[in-house]
């Protein structure tokens, strides 16, 4: 059974940093690609940030240059470095393992979420 759990988010006002890691139970996530996604009231799930089994790093426009993926293969856990935070940042970000053939494609697995809130 395939268990993704989030942690990290919190409340940060803009200019802030947040760390979120994702620790992974009955997969290898060094043998995925795993991807963070997030979703705000209203809005649609969005991919942010991904990295291939290779390790091989993607990201959103919005992010890019403010937000890094990286991985612990020795503690299966995915982490979300966030610096330069910004209102439109909030949101409840979501861990996923997936596919990578030429852009990231989710696959249903899906943690809980974190909730992070920017204040201005």
């Known amino acids: 059974q395939v268990q993704l759990v989030e942690s990290g988010g919190g409340l940060v006002q803009a200019g802030g940093s947040l760390r979120l890691s994702c620790v992974a139970s009955?997969?290898?996530?060094?043998?995925?690609?795993m991807g963070w996604y997030r979703q705000a009231p209203g809005k649609q799930r969005d991919l942010v940030a991904s990295?291939?089994?290779?390790?091989?790093?993607s990201y959103a426009d919005s992010v890019r240059g403010r937000f890094t993926i990286s991985r612990d293969n020795a503690k299966n856990t995915v982490f979300l470095q966030l610096n330069s935070l910004k209102p439109e940042d909030t949101a409840v970000y979501y861990c996923?393992?997936?596919?990578?053939?030429?852009?990231?494609?989710?696959?249903?697995?899906w943690g809980q979420g974190t909730q992070v809130t920017v204040s201005s």
């Open positions: 996923n393992a997936g596919s990578y053939w030429g852009s990231y494609s989710p696959l249903d697995y």
């Open positions: 990295i291939t089994s290779g390790g091989s790093t």
């Open positions: 009955g997969i290898i996530v060094r043998r995925y690609a």
